[in-house]
């Protein structure tokens, strides 16, 4: 396994060959399997992954698909073209044109109906133990080891103050504990592939360990968000897929340990 001298610095609580760049319609997690990379692969087509290690990222994934970043903050008009074309059967396709009909319903409101009516014609996909148990998102890829601005404000959890934080919660901490996490890159993230997914999969497989848990990868960011929702409770992990996670939840009336998103 590859070493590098200097981590990244971990903050306190709160995809894969340089080579080998693929445009994919993916974006990212029930007894053990081998894993193997999904690569061209039809977003439509859901297939649930269930492991017990961290799998190993082998090719580079940009994605277009920016839920967090389309319902909470701004998304241009090309950027929605390109989510509407990339990912035409996806919550944030359905979103685009669900508001573009709705401009008076708020953001948030309009979002949980489209996840709550996706959940419904999805459930069999989901870990049937998941409303009994606990899911926590680890954002990984660029903001692992990034150089950019908006990467280092993204940098991981401390892997102590995510035990500690579940720990304290004494109804939920012996919950089953499912991970979300697969290594992201957008067209603004950082080069340093390599070492990025390096330091992602140490530190996933580091909190798999710490938290007996099992990492769930779906292959599908729209199955790993109702995943979440589901959840009895959620730990929130780095960037504004988190927080939207957090946001729907907090509509939902469903408990959160909530962090900095940024």
Known sequence: MRLFKQPPVLQNISSVSVKNKIKMNIFTQLPPIIYTPMLNRNPNKLVTKSITKPPAFHKTITSTYRLGDLVLLYLSEEEKKEILTDHPNS????????KNKNTHIQNIDLFSKIVLEYIEKNKEILPKDIENSTVIHLRLGDVIAGNEWHEKLKRPLDV?????SIQSNSKNKDNKKYILGKCFFAKSSSTNYD???TLSNNYLEEVIKSLNA???D?????????CAIKAKLFVQ???YFSKLIVETRKK????????QCC
């Open 91 to 98: 919550i944030g396709s359905k979103y685009i044109v669900e």
């Open 160 to 164: 102590n103050s995510i035990i500690k």
């Open 195 to 197: 070492e990025c997914i």
């Open 214 to 216: 099992e990492h769930f």
């Open 218 to 226: 779906s292959g599908n960011a729209d199955i790993d968000l109702c």
């Open 237 to 239: 992990g780095k960037g």
């Open 252 to 259: 939902l009336n469903l408990e959160n340990i909530e962090t």
